[in-house]
């Protein structure tokens, strides 16, 4: 299933992901995800990403209190998620561009199926 969800203790690791999309979400609480938004999007990523389409992981970034805390582990490097949902396009251990919020439900089969490429390193 293209579709993992990972520990969000281990978010050290998600660089070395096999997987090319991370999907930051909001934790699930009394049967679903608390954010709005993140419950907004979930069809599409559920689309998106089935069985026959890109491999992704999800992290649950926390629920409302931990995700608001400044120093929730995800609003630092190396993700610096500023909302949620977020979902990231990684190569090579290096993010080559992210979707926020409603930019998903337009943007993400062009996202996916786009050829974005990592900025040279100057």
Known sequence: MPLHV?????????????????????SVENGKMWCGD?????????KTFAPNGPAAAIVYVGSKPEWKAEDNV?????????????????KEKKELARLVLEEINTKLAA????????????
């Open 6 to 26: 990972v520990d969000p203790s281990d978010y050290v690791s998600l660089l070395e992901r096999p997987e090319e999309y991370i999907i930051f979400y909001a």
């Open 38 to 46: 993140c419950r907004a999007v979930d069809d599409v990523v559920q």
């Open 74 to 90: 995800f609003r630092g490097e190396p993700f610096k998620v500023t909302d949620v949902p977020t979902i990231v396009k990684l």
């Open 111 to 122: 996202f996916v199926n786009s050829e974005v490429r990592p900025a040279a390193d100057v």
